[in-house]
């Protein structure tokens, strides 16, 4: 089998600066996708940046930065009254206490499908920020919409990242909420990005190329340059750091010294497609 890479930029509409970073990492690096937040005020940016630009563009779906696409009210077990989301340990905390319903979840995840549809984008890959879909009732409920949407990939983490405690947690729950997986949707074989979450530089990003398996795998990454109208919510430091990573001479000579091939999910989607029987 060979050794099939996607390296997917999160995080694209965040702000202005980090939408630069992405695009400098695609047109001089080896990110190859990103996905796109519609919940925040630099989507118009991102969107207009794509101009004669092919970089692959899925939905990163926000359950817990920006504000809701479902009006005020409308969600809330997800949102307040003002229609912005709970934050992270809000929401975590009431998945963890099974107070999220599972109809605000697919309205919300529906609706932000339906607005990055209106951009015009096609649309082959889903993912969540902060991995909230490691939840089921998440998990249940993207899978219910990427069914009916026809979305063909939606990202599952399975990599037992051991350098931080979080990480071994979001294993745990993708491993515990893979009998949620719907069989409609496809996951890719191998996942990387949690180790190198704010980690990432070129040589942690090199020793994790030379162990990239045969198959498909999804490489997870955050580059952007540095912008202080994200400081108060994003934790990431070191997305300066990824973009000279991925954008360096010897991460892409690595790459192809291991045979490793850089592909989409669009690419791989229309490989899919041509291999099923007409």
Known sequence: ?????????????????????????????IVTSSTLMVTMDAMEHAVSGLSGCNLDVGLHIDLSWGKSVALSGDIPTLAGANGKFLGKKQLLK?????????????????????????????????????????????????????????????RFVNELAVNKPVNIVVFLLFLISKRYVDCSFHKTDHFK???????????????????IQPGLTEMM????????????????????????????????DTIASNDIELTTFRKEFRLISNLKPH
């Open 221 to 252: 990454c955050h580059p952007g340059y540095n912008d202080p109208s994200i400081e108060g919510f994003s934790r990431l430091k070191s997305r300066e750091a990824e973009i000279r990573a991925l954008t360096s001479r010897s991460v892409k």
């Open 94 to 154: 009431m998945l963890m206490l099974n107070r999220v319903d599972s109809r605000d979840v697919k309205k919300e995840i529906s609706l932000q499908i339906k607005k990055f549809k209106e951009t015009g984008l096609e649309l082959f890959h889903l993912d969540v920020h902060q991995h909230f879909h490691g939840f089921p009732v998440v998990m249940k409920s993207i899978g219910e919409v990427a069914k009916q949407e026809n979305i063909p990939f939606v």
């Open 1 to 29: 089998m060979i050794k099939r890479l996607i390296v997917n930029a999160d995080d694209f509409g965040l702000s202005e600066r980090t939408n630069e970073g992405i695009l400098e990492a695609w047109a001089n690096g």
């Open 193 to 211: 990005g949690l180790a190198l979450t704010d980690n990432l530089n070129e040589q942690s990003l090199t020793k994790t190329l030379k162990k």
